[in-house]
């Protein structure tokens, strides 16, 4: 088959592997549509450590079954399908106890950490387990359907927030993730929802999907703007969608005392810590990982149209041209949304 691997740091090539083989409990999925990860475009110049190469990465997918392995119950070949996109295993103690996200020895479609190699949808073809596996509504697309997995994050942060009816809510970060926060909490029920992005085309978006006030993040009268939205009190919950010092230091500075901050972000291993600013003023300090059974959720809100996502997508283009599409990736500054290849 063609894949798409990363050979070595900064070095996509399109070329022949070789088909993947199911075990009896996966199926082969051919894969239809697969979006560039903001940690792919990260990963791709070394800087995460999370794919060494030689690796074929992508995990934000969708496409059709065309063979099941001998243990394979209630899927087919021609099933429309996306899947999670961690595979983790069911035997696990945090798993039984419906922390699967959690799970020991999980591992990510097209992530290579060092402890695992396990390639990606950035081919023709994927082995997947069923477990994983979820169904495409008919009326969804394969590429709103390579969108799930996004949406889906920023839902699990949601839940994990676990916001209340008129809560004020700010999203720090208005990458897909924080877009995709924002189209979420107007439709969960959040006040007043705030954005602050250190781009002036990533505000634009925001504003666009439903944000009722977004600032730059360099705005010296940040502070001041946020406080006139909020009571003078700050956010009640306040979403870290980036990953680093200065916007979690954002987030905690601008969300009220008692408030809650739930941390999505996670590009820096270790940040600045405002422990003073935490500890008197009780913040309850959430982290949110990936995803913990949300696709369904999300599958259902994309077929009722309650949320969109085809405004989000930039490109649609062959996975030949995936080498070009990261380098623009890596160089945007969120002029770029989602990219999306096709095998
Ligand atoms: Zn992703």
Redesign the pocket.
Same mark, same amino acid.
């Given at each position: 088959m063609k894949a798409l691997v990363l050979e070595k740091y900064n070095d996509l090539v399109y070329k022949d592997v070789p088909d993947p083989v199911i075990s009896d409990n996966e199926v082969l999925v051919k894969v239809k549509a697969c979006s560039i990860?903001? =940690?792919?475009v990260h990963g791709f110049d070394g800087s995460t450590g999370r794919r060494i190469p030689p690796i074929i990465m992508g995990? @934000?997918a969708s496409g059709e079954i065309v063979e099941t392995g001998k243990n394979v119950i209630n899927w087919k070949p021609g099933d429309r399908v996306t899947f999670d =996109?961690t595979v983790y295993p069911l035997d696990d103690w945090f798993t039984l106890r419906g922390y699967y996200n959690l799970s020991d020895n999980r591992e990510v479609l097209g992530v290579s950490p060092g402890t695992y190699r396990r390639h990606g949808a950035f081919a023709e073809f994927v082995a997947i387990p069923q477990h994983i596996l979820y169904r495409i509504p008919d009326t969804v697309t394969f590429e709103q359907a390579a969108m799930v @997995?996004?949406v889906a994050?920023a839902l699990h942060a949601i839940n994990i927030g676990s916001i209340s009816t008129g809560d004020v809510c700010l999203a720090v970060g208005a990458g897909k993730i924080g877009i995709f926060l924002v189209k979420l909490l107007k439709i969960s029920g959040a006040g007043i929802v705030l954005v602050t992005d250190r781009n002036q085309s990533s505000i634009e978006n925001a504003l666009n999907c439903g944000a009722d006030h977004a600032f730059l993040s360099n705005d010296p009268g940040l502070k001041k703007s946020m406080l006139k939205f909020t009571y003078g009190r700050g956010a009640d919950i306040s979403f870290e969608a980036v990953g680093k010092s200065e916007t979690v230091n954002i987030a905690i500075d601008l969300v009220r005392k008692g408030g809650k901050l739930v941390l999505i972000g996670n590009t820096s291993p270790l940040v600045d810590f405002p422990l003073q600013k935490v500890v008197t003023g009780e913040l309850k300090v959430l982290g949110s990982c990936a995803i913990r059974g949300e696709y369904e959720t999300v599958l259902e809100l994309l077929k009722s149209r309650k949320i969109t996502v085809d405004d989000q997508i930039s490109a649609v283009a062959g996975l030949s041209e995936g080498a070009l599409w990261f380098n623009r990736l890596y160089k945007s500054t969120g002029d770029l949304k989602k990219v999306i290849l096709v095998p």
């Amino acid at each position: 088959m063609k894949a798409l691997v990363l050979e070595k740091y900064n070095d996509l090539v399109y070329k022949d592997v070789p088909d993947p083989v199911i075990s009896d409990n996966e199926v082969l999925v051919k894969v239809k549509a697969c979006s560039i990860c903001g =940690s792919d475009v990260h990963g791709f110049d070394g800087s995460t450590g999370r794919r060494i190469p030689p690796i074929i990465m992508g995990h @934000e997918a969708s496409g059709e079954i065309v063979e099941t392995g001998k243990n394979v119950i209630n899927w087919k070949p021609g099933d429309r399908v996306t899947f999670d =996109s961690t595979v983790y295993p069911l035997d696990d103690w945090f798993t039984l106890r419906g922390y699967y996200n959690l799970s020991d020895n999980r591992e990510v479609l097209g992530v290579s950490p060092g402890t695992y190699r396990r390639h990606g949808a950035f081919a023709e073809f994927v082995a997947i387990p069923q477990h994983i596996l979820y169904r495409i509504p008919d009326t969804v697309t394969f590429e709103q359907a390579a969108m799930v @997995e996004a949406v889906a994050v920023a839902l699990h942060a949601i839940n994990i927030g676990s916001i209340s009816t008129g809560d004020v809510c700010l999203a720090v970060g208005a990458g897909k993730i924080g877009i995709f926060l924002v189209k979420l909490l107007k439709i969960s029920g959040a006040g007043i929802v705030l954005v602050t992005d250190r781009n002036q085309s990533s505000i634009e978006n925001a504003l666009n999907c439903g944000a009722d006030h977004a600032f730059l993040s360099n705005d010296p009268g940040l502070k001041k703007s946020m406080l006139k939205f909020t009571y003078g009190r700050g956010a009640d919950i306040s979403f870290e969608a980036v990953g680093k010092s200065e916007t979690v230091n954002i987030a905690i500075d601008l969300v009220r005392k008692g408030g809650k901050l739930v941390l999505i972000g996670n590009t820096s291993p270790l940040v600045d810590f405002p422990l003073q600013k935490v500890v008197t003023g009780e913040l309850k300090v959430l982290g949110s990982c990936a995803i913990r059974g949300e696709y369904e959720t999300v599958l259902e809100l994309l077929k009722s149209r309650k949320i969109t996502v085809d405004d989000q997508i930039s490109a649609v283009a062959g996975l030949s041209e995936g080498a070009l599409w990261f380098n623009r990736l890596y160089k945007s500054t969120g002029d770029l949304k989602k990219v999306i290849l096709v095998p």
